[in-house]
């Protein structure tokens, strides 16, 4: 199992979930909507270059079999953990950075959304997006971080540009829906809810914006991350 981290730099770097250890490193090229060549390094670990790529979002498949990289190319690129994180993919259609990426139950689709809030689905397996968003209304998403979809239609606050919601999470056991946001707060909902705005239990800790909230896998803690404060937080669902 491993756990992966992305970079301004627009480096991947993989570690093993046990030990921490480099698994792998290496960047994922979006100049040309194809990967970049892999380059060994000196450390014997796998490196590429791409100066101009930030990476924004990481999402492995419910199995671990694929992992899904969003960045600021507005492009997706899809990897083969188990081939030496092989690229397989890349999905071209989203006109911003690529910010929240979600797998279904199944592993072959995935949903994304962009820093422009436009929601795109995709056929991970073909390689491709889907036409139809409808064809997808049935479908079972193992997580959600998106802050657009249906059942998150009463996240936003009434006048809300978009912009202002800048995470989201379900809860494990898909009953709560947590979200932070650009007003220092951390906001608890039903899952799902809306269509419009959709009342919450709101807390504000951070000193500004909160940059990301997630359930811990208890689903009875939250963790949230500050923006411009550079804090932590270990929050308690009551």
Not at 99 to 113: F, V
Not at 147 to 155: E, I, N
Request: hydrophobic share 40%.
């Amino acid at each position: 199992m491993h756990v992966a981290a992305g970079g301004t730099d627009g480096y991947i770097v993989v570690l093993d979930a046990d030990s921490l250890s480099d698994a792998a490193a290496f960047t994922v090229g979006y100049a040309s909507l194809r990967p970049s060549p892999l380059q060994a390094s000196t450390s014997g670990v796998d490196r590429g270059r791409c100066e101009s790529l930030t990476v924004e979002s990481l999402a492995f498949s419910p199995d671990d079999s694929l992992l899904a990289v969003g960045g600021t190319g507005g492009i997706i690129e899809i990897l083969v953990p188990h081939e030496g994180y092989r690229p397989l993919h890349a999905l071209a259609g989203h006109s911003a950075a690529v910010l929240h990426l979600d797998w279904s139950a199944d592993g072959r689709h995935l949903q994304s959304c962009c820093a422009r809030c436009e929601l795109r689905f995709w056929d991970a397996a073909a390689g491709s997006r889907v036409a139809d968003p409808a064809s997808m209304r049935d479908v079972v998403w193992a997580s959600w971080t998106l802050p657009l979809g249906w059942p998150v239609q009463g996240v936003y606050p009434n006048m809300s540009d978009g912009s202002d919601i800048t995470s989201a999470h379900r809860s494990p056991d898909g009953r709560l829906l947590v979200t932070s946001d650009d007003f220092r707060k951390i906001n608890l909902f039903r899952c799902p809810n809306g269509p419009t705005s959709a009342a919450c239990r709101s807390g504000a800790a951070h000193a500004a914006h909160v940059s990301m909230v997630r359930f811990l896998c208890d689903g009875k803690h939250l963790v949230s991350v500050g923006g411009a404060d550079l804090s932590i937080m270990v929050w308690r669902v009551a």
